[in-house]
């Protein structure tokens, strides 16, 4: 079954740094975007952040810019999320998706719209301590 596999997060305090990598796992082609979500207890998930190398888009919303930053690997078909200057406010399970859209509805559309995404990730825990 073709899906990205997650890796990174985990405990850290207030101010602290975490870096998270995804990476497609089977065959999947490579023309999508990758985008970041994140849910925290009782709440919605909601995006983070979204990259296309095909057009050269890095979008982060407004709660994590400045202190997340993108990368990806087209060829290998990875992404990271380095997440710095953490904040107790940043802690839920954070997710990764192929956008078929390529980020163009992720920018604008504030509630995350699952079927939009595909090869979702299995999650991992980010907490941080205050």
């Known amino acids: 079954e073709a899906q990205f596999v997650q890796s990174g997060g985990g405990l850290v305090e207030t101010g602290g740094s975490l870096n998270l990598s995804c990476a497609a796992s089977g065959f999947i082609d490579d023309d999508f975007g990758i985008a970041w979500f994140r849910q925290a207890p009782g709440k919605e998930r909601e995006r983070v952040a979204c990259i296309s190398d095909d057009d050269g888009v890095k979008f982060t919303v407004d709660e994590v810019k400045g202190r997340f930053t993108l990368s990806s690997n087209k060829a290998k078909k990875t992404a990271n999320l380095q997440m710095n200057e953490l904040k107790p406010e940043d802690t839920a399970i954070y997710y990764c998706?192929?956008?078929?859209?390529?980020?163009?509805?992720?920018?604008?559309?504030?509630?995350?719209?699952?079927?939009?995404?595909?090869?979702w990730s299995q999650g991992t825990q980010v907490t941080v301590s205050s």
């Open positions: 998706a192929a956008d078929r859209n390529h980020c163009v509805r992720f920018r604008v559309v504030a509630v995350v719209e699952d079927h939009l995404y595909d090869f």
